[in-house]
């Protein structure tokens, strides 16, 4: 996969040296848009980048109302939002990141690491890649270009 993102790199950067600063910045705010609003749905469908399904929650024994999870809310619904995961954007580059505290929380499940559940308690998270570059995100990256060299 890092050979074709390279091979991408080196098609999209010499097109876009082509361009003028201000069309540059336009293109890469037009392709980190896009990537942005693709990673969102794909977190939605709670897919990794390759088309598999995230693991599923572990089962929680039964418990009252108060700090129950629920099961039927898809996982990372607000951290999937434009609050939390940034597009940003340069002359020089495209990127899509989370910020602040999000940033943190992304990364033990996209690193699938152990985290604290509270103070005393550290729990294993399965690896859910919620930020990747699929072949559609190739293909969408080349469409959003190739519309911004048209204009």
Do not use: C
Not at 98 to 106: D, E, H, P, W, Y
Not at 111 to 131: C, F, Q, S
């Amino acid at each position: 996969m890092a050979g074709e993102l390279t091979a991408l790199e080196d098609w999209a950067g010499a097109l876009m040296a082509k361009l003028t600063p201000a069309a540059r910045r336009r293109a890469a705010k037009a392709i980190a848009t896009a990537l942005r609003k693709s990673q969102q749905q794909r977190i939605a469908q709670q897919q990794n980048p390759d088309g598999s399904a995230y693991v599923p929650r572990k089962a929680q024994p039964a418990r009252g109302k108060r700090g129950r999870i629920k099961r039927k809310a898809a996982m990372f619904a607000k951290l999937r939002t434009a609050k939390y995961l940034k597009a940003r954007s340069t002359p020089n580059e495209a990127s899509v990141a989370f910020v602040g505290r999000a940033a943190a929380i992304a990364r033990v499940h996209q690193e699938g690491a152990t985290d604290h559940v509270n103070k005393r308690i550290l729990a294993r998270y399965p690896r859910r890649v919620l930020l990747g570059f699929s072949a559609a995100d190739r293909e969408l990256v080349r469409d959003v270009l190739l519309a911004q060299l048209a204009d």
